[in-house]
């Protein structure tokens, strides 16, 4: 896939959507109440240990802008995918560490732990999630991806149990130039909330995913959240992400012999 044709008509009009999106975002959260601007560096790493089945780890930090504190959050997972389909192709796709032919379906489950470094933030968190992704492919090789996720949280210094549904729909598409792979990208996500017993967030993101070496990708993306029950009903904030990866001995045999 190169940057012309269709390809390149889809490229100009994602982004074209996806800037004025986030320009008229940007233009009412400056002006808008309770709003936070943030920054999201993150670093994952990711270990295939057969065709089907991940393990990974992430390390992400929260920074606001307005008081100048962090939160970090570590995150630890596993995923297994599955099921084929005639129309799917060879990509290296979002989350994805080479060439291969995806699968339709993929489960997750994971844990992850929060706290603030800030002395006077008492934000703790513990969280245990599950997922389930169910992808198609669509005309001019754009892949609609969807993603139900059920978090179970125990949010603070005495926490009480609660638990979130969350949505998600994404778009994505590859371009390939050289050895870069390109993959823009926009997603929308609401969140049912089980302490307002009410759906209360939505978050919007958009961004770009790119690799040049079969064991890092990196990846940047905006981020427009509003949230009903908060303190800063709107969030802005830019997501820096380094992917890292890795496989086992199985794995390089098996794509070997492809």
């Known amino acids: 896939m190169a940057f012309k044709g269709v390809g390149k008509k889809f490229a100009k009009q994602l982004i074209a959507c996806t800037g ?78 080479r060439a291969e032919t995806l699968k339709t379906w993929l489960v997750r489950g994971g844990y992850m732990a929060g706290w603030s470094f800030d002395p006077e933030n008492d934000y703790t968190e513990d969280m245990l999630f599950a997922e389930i992704h169910r992808r198609f492919l669509l005309k001019h090789l754009i892949l609609f991806s969807q993603r139900l996720r059920m978090d179970n949280r125990w949010v603070g210094n005495d926490p009480d149990y609660s638990y979130r549904f969350r949505y998600r729909a994404m778009f994505e598409r590859e371009f390939l130039t050289g050895k870069t792979s390109l993959v823009p990208f926009v997603s929308a996500e609401p969140y049912w909330d089980s302490r307002y017993n009410s759906i209360n967030r939505i978050k919007i993101i958009g961004g770009t995913t790119v690799s040049w070496k079969s064991r890092f990708a990196f990846e940047g993306n905006f981020t427009y959240q509003y949230d009903s029950k908060s303190t800063t009903t709107n969030l802005l904030a830019f997501n820096a992400i380094f992917h890292l990866y890795f496989e086992s001995a199985k794995v390089r045999e098996n794509a070997g012999k492809k």
């Open 20 to 97: 004025l999106l986030f320009g008229l975002i940007a233009g009412l959260g400056v002006s808008a109440q309770g709003t936070s601007y943030e920054f999201w560096p993150e670093a994952n790493i990711w270990f295939r240990v057969t065709p089907g089945l991940r393990l990974s780890s992430f390390a992400s930090v929260t920074r606001y802008f307005e008081n100048d504190t962090r939160d970090i959050n570590l995150s630890f997972q596993a995923d297994h995918s599955f099921g084929n389909s005639k129309r799917f192709f060879f990509s290296r796709l979002l989350d994805q560490n």
